[in-house]
């Protein structure tokens, strides 16, 4: 049901019942009134997905983003680990898309993602193996915070300064790095706390 949709079609389509079975799954992680923002990245652009609480509208409503992993990834990182100026760059861009889709966000609402490119970012972040794996340890699923994804990026960003030197235990990958990237841009911009990490299905994100 929440499998990352094809970058051509931006597809599936998320239906009311695909958003009320989302909210079951959450349980109180989320309240009737509070509504769903969902963040899904492709490799030529991105999708949000807004459904609003008790009292809104439920039917899934997207919005779009020109920028995507292959933007970054293969065009602004050159397919290696990001230069500091490469990393300011790439900032630049997912801003530039970013900060006009702010107002869009309902200001009472709770963030996730099924992106496979951002679990990874997560699964990273918190040190644990897969999203479903944690989430079926725990009964809850995984929540990553802003200050995790900041102490990713400081990470990267340290390691820009030299970028052919890997950084501690760092994923030496472009796309996880964009993804880091785009993350990181999103929930400052959005200002957005955390995002909650939803079980993907059996595609992962390539590496490199």
Not at 36 to 63: C, K
Not at 102 to 130: C, H, K, M, W
Not at 172 to 199: D, K, N
Request: aromatic residues 6%.
């Amino acid at each position: 049901m929440f499998a990352p949709f094809a970058d051509d079609a931006l597809e599936p389509q998320l239906t009311v019942a695909d958003m009320a079975a989302l909210r079951e799954l959450l349980g109180d992680a989320i309240q009737p009134h509070q509504a769903i923002a969902m963040l899904d990245l492709g490799e030529h652009r991105s999708r949000l997905l807004i459904s609003e609480g008790e009292g809104g509208h439920p039917q899934p409503v997207f919005h779009h983003m020109d920028v995507g992993i292959d933007l970054l990834a293969t065009r602004t990182f050159k397919q290696q680990m990001p230069t500091e100026a490469q990393l300011e760059h790439g900032i630049m861009l997912v801003e530039d898309a970013a900060m006009p889709m702010a107002r869009l966000i309902p200001p009472s609402n709770v963030f996730v993602t099924r992106d496979p490119y951002l679990l990874e970012v997560g699964q990273q972040a918190l040190g644990v193996r897969d999203v479903a794996t944690a989430w079926k340890a725990s009964g809850r699923l995984p929540m990553l915070s802003r200050e995790a994804v900041e102490g990713q990026f400081d990470m990267l960003a340290r390691q820009a300064a030299h970028p052919y030197l890997p950084l501690g235990d760092l994923p030496q990958s472009p796309r996880w790095a964009a993804a880091l990237l785009f993350l990181r841009e999103i929930l400052h911009h959005w200002q957005l706390g955390a995002v909650r990490l939803l079980p993907g299905g059996p595609h992962q994100a390539p590496k490199g």
